[in-house]
């Protein structure tokens, strides 16, 4: 009895001790003062914190390819590829056009045109068929320049013999020659003074800006020519059905009704088409 007595007591006391200590505290035990206590061990901690080692930066990496012995280099100076890109595909755009004046496409396409006038039919043939026939014409009668251009200049570019300027001034000889021989000499000489240079020693020095307006305006000379001769004989249709229907009276009939048929009749019969396209041919040759 004395033992339980005595554990009684002990577990009355410990109960009994955080009651009085808060009772005898007073006033000054608020939660202020706790939540100082609290940040006052906060702020001791806080030095453990920062006292803990960071981690050491890495090195420098490696090549990714060891084997690959290319060095890239941007210069200051050098433009970007996207400029070059745009610079690309400008020039690709210009390029048929330069090609076309370049080639004997501008005198056949005239010729064909100006056929399709002296008939009368205004949309017949098409557009895309006189086209499309003065450029496979073209093709025809380019075909040896454009032969050696590709063996001189373009073959030795892709196989990497020659860079890419001598690749130029090789591959734009025969293009040099074919313009030289089908241009006259006088429409060199107003080039030539229109750009208010000194005259060439002679025809192969001319310079190549020079050269593709005057071969041009040679060809369209020559293809004047030969539409003057093709209108002709259709002209000499148009005016015997003009006064035949005025001799007949028929002032207020269309003569260009009348005589279109019998143009048709006379291209057909003397075979028209092949007579324009034989003379185009031969007058490269």
């Known amino acids: 009895m004395l033992r339980l007595g005595a554990a009684l007591a002990v577990c009355a006391g410990a109960l009994l001790a955080p009651t009085a200590s808060s ?10 003062a706790a939540a100082t206590s609290s940040a006052t061990q906060t702020v001791d901690a806080v030095p453990v914190a920062f006292a803990v080692p960071r981690a050491a ?5 490696g090549p990714t390819n060891p ?13 970007s590829r996207v400029v070059q890109i745009i610079v690309l595909i400008t020039v690709l755009g210009v390029a048929p056009s330069v090609l076309l004046l370049c080639t004997s496409f501008t005198k056949i396409v005239v010729v064909l045109s100006l056929t399709r006038s002296a008939l009368g039919t205004m949309s017949i043939p098409p557009n895309q068929v006189l086209v499309g026939l003065a450029l496979f014409l073209s093709l025809f009668v380019m075909g040896p320049t454009l032969d050696q251009m590709q063996s001189e200049g373009l073959k030795p ?5 020659k860079t890419s300027t001598q690749a130029y001034r090789d591959g734009v000889v025969p293009l040099r020659t074919f313009m030289l021989e089908h241009t006259r000499d006088e429409e060199l000489a107003l080039m030539v003074k229109a750009a208010d240079q000194p005259l060439p020693k002679d025809r192969t020095s ?32 148009d005016i015997v059905v003009s006064a035949v229907l005025m001799s007949l009276g028929m002032v207020m009939l269309p003569p260009s009704l009348v005589s279109l048929p019998f143009k048709l009749l006379l291209f057909v019969l003397v075979d028209g088409w092949s ?11």
């Open 23 to 32: 009772a005898f505290a007073g006033p000054q035990a608020t939660p202020v």
């Open 57 to 61: 930066p890495d090195g420098p990496a």
């Open 67 to 79: 084997d690959d012995p290319s060095i890239t280099v941007g210069l200051p100076g050098e433009p």
């Open 157 to 161: 570019y892709l196989d990497g013999t």
């Open 206 to 237: 001319v310079e190549l800006r020079t050269l593709i307006p005057a071969f041009v305006l040679s060809e369209l000379r020559a293809a004047f020519i030969i539409g003057f001769v093709v209108f002709l004989p259709f002209l000499v249709v």
């Open 275 to 285: 007579l324009i396209v034989t003379t185009l041919i031969s007058s490269y040759r």
